[in-house]
Every structure is written in C-alpha cells, then in structure tokens.
C-alpha cells in the first residue's frame, strides 16, 4: 500500500464518521414526523399527496398490511415500467428514435430497476430514450431506494417498540422519504455533478470528427440528475454502459470521492438512526463498527492485490516474463484519472453497499482483488448496505449473534430487553437461506446448460466466476456485473429476473414479520446473566457470525472460481 493510497483511504474514513451522525439525527426527524427547516415548503405537498392518493396518515399497519401495501406498490410500478419500455418508440423524448426493448428484456430490466437492482443487460446510451431515463428508470431509483428505507424504519420500529401491533404506514413513510430525504438532497447533489463537469439536457446526439476524419457520435442526455439518485440511492444503473468510468457521469477525481461518500451516507446514517430511536446510541455504534470493520478488511483486501499486481505480464505483446510485483500495481480496466486506490475504493463501496455503481471493470481485476466485491455480495450486503436492506440485512445476522450468544450461555437468547424466540430465528434463517438457493441453485443450472455457457467470455474458473457474479449481483439487488458474460440471453434475462425478486421479497417479507413479532413483545429487566449487545464484544461476535456463515456457505464456489484462478495465475496460467 503507498502512502498516498493510505491518505486517499484515511480522507474517506473521516468524511464518512463525520457524516454519520447528522444523517442519522436528520433521519430521525424525518420518520418520526418532527417538525423540520424544510417543513413549510414540503409539508402542504406532503399533505396534498395523502389526500389525492386517500391515505390517513395517522393510521399504522401491522406487518401483514405494510407488507402487502410493499408489494402492491412495487408489482403495479413494476408493470408500468415494463409498459414504458415495450412502447418507448411512441413515446416522447426520444431523438434517437430507439425501439422497443424485447420482452425478455424488458421484464429483466422493469424488475431490476424496481427492485433497487438496477442490473442492466444493456447499453444505455443505445437502448434508451430520454423519457425512459427519466419517467422509467430514474422515477424507480426514487422510489425502490425509498422503499429500502421505509422497510429498515419499519424493522426498527418492530424492534423498539413494546407491547404493540404496528410498525408505521407504509405510503408515508414512502412519501416522507422520497419527499425530505431522497428528492432535496438528489437535488444538491445534482448541482454539484453539473458544476463538476457532468452533462445534463435533452439534447440529440452530437456527430463529431476526429482528428483521424472519422465520424463519431457522442451521446448526450439528462445525466447528473439520474447520476444523483443513482448514488445517492444505492441504485447503481448508469446512464451509460461504461456507469461512472464514463467521464460524462464521473468527470473527476472529485466526482469520483463525492460518489463514494454518497454511496455510503444514508446507510452509515440509519445505523446512527436505529441507536437514536433504540434509546441506547451505543446499540447503533456496535452495528457500525462491525460493519466497519469488515468494510475495511475487504478495502485492503482488494487495494492490496490490486497494488501487487499480476505476476503474469505481456511484454511486446509476446513475451511472458514473471515478476514479484507488477510495477506499479494492475491497471488493467482501470480509469487513469482514477487509478487504483480509488478504484479498489469504488469496488469495495459499491458492493458493500447495493449499489452497482462501478468506475473499473471488477472482471479485470486480479482473482483475488475481484472476490472481494463477490463475497461482499455474498454476504448479503450487510456492510452498511443499501439505503435500508443493510441495515435490515445485518439485523438478520444480529439475532443469530443473539441466539448463539445465548446458547453458550445456556438462556433465552435476548435483544433490546426482548426474547429471541424460535420464530424470529426460523423467519433469520429464511432470510438467508433464500439469498443461498438463488446464488448457488441458479448458477449450477447455468453452468450446465449449453445455451448459457455460450455468453461465456472466458473459460476455467474465471468463466464459472462470471456466472456466479452475475446470479451473486442479482440475488443481493446489487446491479454490477463481472463483465465478460453476454446476460441479454432469454435465459438470462428471466432467470436473473427472478432472483432479484427472491433477493428482494424473500428478504424484506421475512424480516418484517419478525418485526411485527418484536413490536408485541413486552421488554423484560436486564440482569446479571444478560448478554450484553452494545459494547466491542458482541461487535466482535457478529462479524465472526457473519464471516463464518458466509464461509461456510460460499467457500466451495469460491474455491472452484476466484481461489482456483489465483492460485493457477501464481503457476502461470491465465484465462
């Protein structure tokens, strides 16, 4: 590691802890319905919307009714999205004249986009219009993000609340957080990237000229504010196929630092949010810094292997010469204006997070620098995660670090004054087990089907890597892709299509049963033989848990790919 990437590394570190607490506070406020600077502007919007849409803001829901009223919300502008993209040559805003996307394709992506996946078997600036863009793809980057956040709300409220059957209303707590979080701060956001260097209008395509006297046509389009929500809400899906290695959606290093930080902000915020509302803010700081700590585990993880470089090079494009370091580390698919630091940054973030967002190519990185954002996924994204699913998905993890701890020693398990019971541990269970099938059920089945292994770019391990990326990247609602495999397959299509509602549903149903489960419990006293889940300790025991299931369950597949690939690259084969 330089000394330079060190400073890059320790700047993000401080901006993030700075961040935390403000974002949390404000979040607070926002979903326990204080009055705020922004409530004279936005609270008669606020207020029109629940009238026009006949919502009582006063009414709560139990966890049955919130549930349903989720998946209501996203099956309908599911099947709007997916009708804007099968008229989209009718549509306005199109100078380019696209067609229609395929059904296949346009399943995947209405499912991607309403799923916070954002996965894109596409290439943006050739497939969609303006309006889709805007009225599709970016409307949805509001409201799956702020459906994230709704569902993290609602699982705190379930776990500090006492003797009682709700836990919130869904469409306002929607409504608030597209309204005082997501929408003002895209906007800011939005500003900057255009005074940054981002483009941003509605104008057709530009043909230039090189200096070569060849024709090239550059694409334009509404980018910084699609840009804003992508990060901001942990989305991912770029406007161009390049995402934020194109200098048009991240035209500098600071661009490039402020993404970083956005992609983290909310979900580093929530873990401040649920100390506040939990009464004990050293509940909230043992989430962050279990999430902390394994942040920074898979960061020098990556930065490390992709500093040391491969030992394989090419010299004048025929001689193979073997080396104890690449000079200057592997910046193959790499952005110059970036470099490794923050590239390994980016990969690291973006899939701690379910983001998706990337400014390098993770298929390009070395084997081991490119486990890292797999296994991330793998872990269900619980590193500060998602705007919500992260914090809801290292919930998942709490209580089985809760019921371990109790078993060894020897009584009820217990969270915040309240019994972990075998129900809240079974729906634990499911939550993961889920994300397990998808992963591992859908890429055995690729991987023996000739049709799929056809959209392979590579062979060996690498080949098998690509495919469990891809089933990894949809099952956790991620969105990046290892590159190298062609997804715009039937196959493919429909197959990830539906992991991304298994990831999604499978894990958010779940949990906010267990949340309505806890919000009935009556707190019991602490005593002596309580098993305390504030302090370093149980921080500690939660990343063992996580770290030893996610080994557990993925080390062989990880073993038959990325491991394979490093040690055969160590020998001098490549693929």
């Avoid at 129900?423 to 049709?451: N, Q, R, Y």
């Amino acid at each position: 590691m330089t000394s330079n990437g060190i400073l890059q590394l320790l700047a993000y570190l401080v901006v993030l802890v700075l961040l935390t607490k403000p974002m949390g506070v404000y979040l607070v406020r926002v979903f326990t319905n204080e009055r705020m600077f922004l409530t004279p502007v936005l609270g008669p919007i606020e207020r029109v919307i629940y009238k026009l849409c006949g919502v009582d803001a006063k009414a709560e829901m139990k966890w049955t009714a919130y549930s349903a009223a989720m998946l209501i919300f996203s099956a309908v502008s599911c099947m709007v999205l997916y009708g804007i993209l099968r008229l989209q040559q009718i549509l306005p805003w199109n100078p380019q004249g696209l067609g229609a996307l395929a059904p296949d394709l346009s399943f995947n992506t209405a499912v991607s986009f309403t799923t916070n996946t954002n996965w894109q078997a596409y290439s943006g600036e050739s497939t969609m219009s303006y309006f889709t863009q805007m009225a599709g793809l970016a409307f949805h980057n509001f409201t799956s993000a702020a459906m994230g956040i709704a569902i993290a709300v609602a699982v705190v409220r379930g776990l500090v609340r006492a003797s009682v059957h709700t836990i919130g209303n869904f469409w306002v707590d929607l409504v608030r957080c597209t309204l005082y979080v997501l929408l003002p701060m895209s906007l800011i956001v939005a500003i900057i990237f255009v005074a940054g260097g981002m483009i941003q209008n509605l104008s057709p395509y530009v043909t230039a000229t090189t200096l070569e006297g060849v024709k090239q046509i550059i694409p334009m389009g509404p980018v910084a504010s699609q840009e804003a929500i992508k990060i901001l809400g942990t989305n991912g899906g770029g406007f161009f196929n390049a995402n934020s290695a194109h200098p048009f959606e991240n035209p500098t290093a600071l661009t490039n630092f402020i993404q970083v930080i956005l992609i983290f902000s909310i979900g580093s915020g929530l873990t401040y949010m649920f100390g506040r509302m939990a009464k004990d803010q050293k509940q909230g700081w043992a989430i962050w810094g279990a999430m902390t700590f394994l942040f920074l585990a898979g960061l020098v993880t990556c930065y490390t292997a992709e500093q040391s470089g491969n030992p394989i090079t090419e010299k004048l494009g025929i001689e193979r010469i073997a080396t104890d370091s690449q000079p200057g580390g592997s910046m193959e698919g790499k952005e110059v204006r970036f470099g490794i630091t923050q590239s390994a940054l980016f990969a690291t973030v973006t899939t701690d997070a379910s983001c998706g967002a990337v400014n390098a190519m993770h298929e390009s990185f070395t084997p081991i620098g490119g486990m890292v954002p797999l296994f991330n996924i793998m872990l269900g994204e619980v590193i500060f995660g998602g705007v919500g699913s992260g914090l809801y998905g290292m919930i998942v993890f709490v209580l089985i670090a809760v019921f371990i701890a109790g078993l060894m020693v020897g009584r009820t398990p217990e969270y915040l004054g309240k019994k972990i019971e075998s129900k809240e541990v079974k729906l634990s269970m499911l939550a993961l087990l889920s994300l397990v099938f998808c992963i591992l059920g859908f890429t055995a089945w690729a991987v023996v089907k000739p049709d799929a292994l056809k959209s392979l770019a590579n062979t060996g391990p690498h080949g098998l890597t690509e495919i469990l990326y891809a089933f990894t990247s949809a099952t956790g609602n991620n969105g990046s892709a290892f590159a190298g495999l062609n997804a715009n397959t039937q196959f493919f299509n429909i197959t990830l299509g539906i992991a991304m509602l298994f990831g999604r549903f499978f894990v958010i149903i779940p949990m906010l049963a267990v949340a309505g489960s806890m919000a009935r419990k009556t707190p019991i006293a602490p005593s002596q033989g309580t098993f305390l889940t504030n302090t370093p300790l149980f921080s500690t025991l939660l990343v063992m848990v996580i770290l030893i299931v996610g080994g557990l369950t993925f080390f062989p597949a990880l073993s038959l790919g990325p491991i394979l690939e490093h040690l055969l690259m160590g020998a001098g084969k490549v693929f």
